[in-house]
């Protein structure tokens, strides 16, 4: 047998409360309530599927009452049928606009009542089933989402490992480098200058983007990016175009999508800009000052920290204090000087990363 769905009859007159309940009791679960006051505790207790109630009451009316289920984010959704002998078009008015779903002059007609609280009760099943119907489509788009972002994810990852193999000193640079942007960044957006540049979808996207920033070293021939010691003038220059074919290779993916892509557009910003220099003397197109990507003059931080407290073939892990004099040495020409200075207030939260990441 299909479970009853409970009315909630609400009216101070015991007789109008006997009447309403023999005319419902067959086809419905019945539940009384002598006054406001009580239909509130009984809703806020007991599943009610609707509720008849009367406007003129003591103490609290039941204006009042539909007032305070509209408020609730729990009893908002419960259908009312106002039962009453005020038959005024303003108190009909009144009735409707506080949210009532439908309007019975009194005396009472059983089978008004019973055809009314059936129809009404109907039209809360279909919404709530529309509204169930509506909450698991939303739970699938955001589970798909996430499916596709952690796809996305593990793409980008696999790209720039692809990259590091053929470095195999860089160990976890990309993870490190990754979070020192992030952490960078996040730092930065506390200062009224980047607050609304540096959004939490700005800096996730930064996130995301950093460990392409070497991806052009695929194109660098093994004799160079493999080399035991360090390069030559000529050599140097061949490995400084790893930038550029990075830009270029984003730039590529990023011509097979229909429409633009803010992620491959940073992407590309860190790829082709953290070799270049406050001062203008970096590389590939020589940028100085603020014309360098914001993304870019936090990847190069991020970039020249991790390296030189990395072991290399050519050279030795520097400690911590030594890396950090080395890029202080740079504010104002390698590196922008507010976005230095803002490392040096969590330097300690980068030394962290580095030991939880070592290699």
Same mark, same amino acid.
């Given at each position: 047998?299909?479970?009853?769905?409970?009315?909630?009859?609400?009216?101070?007159?015991?007789?109008?409360?006997?009447?309403?309940?023999?005319?419902?009791?067959?086809?419905?679960?019945?539940?009384?309530?002598?006054?406001?006051?009580?239909?509130?505790?009984?809703?806020?207790?007991?599943?009610?599927?609707?509720?008849?109630?009367?406007?003129?009451?003591?103490?609290?009316?039941?204006?009042?009452?539909?007032?305070?289920?509209?408020?609730?984010?729990?009893?908002?959704?419960?259908?009312?049928?106002?039962?009453?002998?005020?038959?005024?078009?303003?108190? +009909?008015?009144?009735?409707? #606009?506080?949210?009532?779903?439908?309007?019975?002059?009194?005396?009472?007609?059983?089978?008004?009542?019973?055809? &009314?609280?059936?129809?009404?009760?109907?039209?809360? &099943?279909?919404?709530?089933?529309?509204?169930?119907?509506?909450?698991?489509?939303?739970?699938?788009?955001?589970?798909?989402?996430?499916?596709? #972002?952690?796809?996305?994810?593990?793409?980008?990852?696999?790209?720039?490992?692809?990259?590091?193999?053929?470095?195999?000193?860089?160990?976890?640079?990309?993870?490190?480098?990754?979070?020192?942007?992030?952490?960078?960044? #996040?730092?930065?957006?506390?200062?009224?200058?980047? @607050?609304? =540049?540096?959004?939490?979808?700005?800096?996730?996207?930064?996130?995301?983007?950093?460990?392409?920033?070497?991806?052009?070293?695929?194109?660098?021939?093994?004799?160079?990016?493999? @080399?035991?010691?360090?390069?030559?003038?000529? +050599?140097?220059?061949?490995?400084?175009?790893?930038?550029?074919?990075?830009?270029?290779?984003?730039?590529?993916?990023?011509?097979?999508?229909?429409?633009?892509?803010?992620?491959?557009?940073?992407?590309? +910003?860190?790829?082709?800009?953290?070799?270049?220099?406050?001062?203008?003397?970096?590389?590939?197109?020589?940028?100085?000052?603020?014309?360098?990507?914001?993304?870019?003059?936090?990847?190069?931080?991020?970039?020249?920290?991790?390296?030189?407290?990395?072991?290399? =073939?050519?050279?030795?892990?520097?400690?911590? +204090?030594?890396?950090?004099?080395?890029? @202080?040495?740079?504010?104002?020409?390698?590196?922008?000087?507010?976005?230095?200075?803002?490392?040096?207030?969590?330097?300690?939260?980068?030394?962290?990363?580095?030991?939880?990441?070592?290699?």
């Amino acid at each position: 047998m299909a479970e009853k769905f409970t009315v909630l009859l609400v009216d101070d007159t015991s007789p109008n409360l006997a009447l309403m309940s023999e005319i419902l009791k067959t086809e419905y679960r019945v539940i009384a309530a002598k006054s406001g006051k009580s239909a509130l505790n009984i809703l806020d207790t007991k599943p009610v599927d609707i509720v008849l109630l009367d406007i003129i009451m003591p103490e609290m009316d039941g204006y009042e009452v539909i007032k305070r289920m509209k408020a609730s984010e729990k009893l908002a959704d419960i259908p009312v049928i106002f039962l009453t002998a005020k038959n005024s078009i303003q108190d +009909e008015e009144l009735g409707f #606009s506080l949210g009532a779903c439908d309007y019975i002059n009194k005396p009472i007609s059983p089978p008004i009542i019973q055809s &009314r609280v059936r129809t009404h009760i109907q039209i809360k &099943r279909h919404r709530d089933f529309l509204k169930d119907q509506n909450a698991y489509l939303e739970s699938e788009v955001k589970k798909r989402t996430k499916e596709l #972002s952690d796809a996305q994810d593990a793409t980008i990852t696999a790209m720039a490992c692809l990259a590091e193999t053929r470095d195999q000193e860089t160990g976890n640079h990309i993870k490190r480098t990754q979070l020192y942007v992030k952490t960078l960044a #996040s730092r930065l957006a506390t200062l009224p200058k980047y @607050k609304h =540049v540096l959004t939490e979808q700005v800096i996730e996207l930064f996130y995301k983007s950093a460990p392409l920033h070497d991806i052009g070293k695929v194109g660098i021939p093994d004799a160079i990016l493999l @080399k035991h010691g360090r390069l030559t003038d000529a +050599e140097f220059e061949v490995m400084k175009t790893h930038a550029q074919l990075g830009y270029e290779a984003i730039a590529k993916a990023e011509e097979e999508l229909s429409e633009e892509v803010k992620f491959l557009e940073i992407a590309k +910003e860190i790829a082709r800009f953290h070799h270049e220099k406050w001062d203008g003397s970096g590389y590939p197109l020589g940028l100085s000052g603020t014309d360098i990507p914001l993304s870019a003059r936090l990847m190069a931080i991020a970039d020249v920290y991790d390296a030189l407290i990395s072991k290399r =073939v050519y050279k030795d892990a520097m400690p911590h +204090e030594q890396a950090l004099k080395i890029i @202080k040495d740079g504010r104002g020409s390698h590196f922008d000087p507010e976005i230095l200075d803002e490392f040096m207030a969590i330097e300690k939260v980068f030394f962290s990363i580095a030991r939880k990441y070592s290699d």
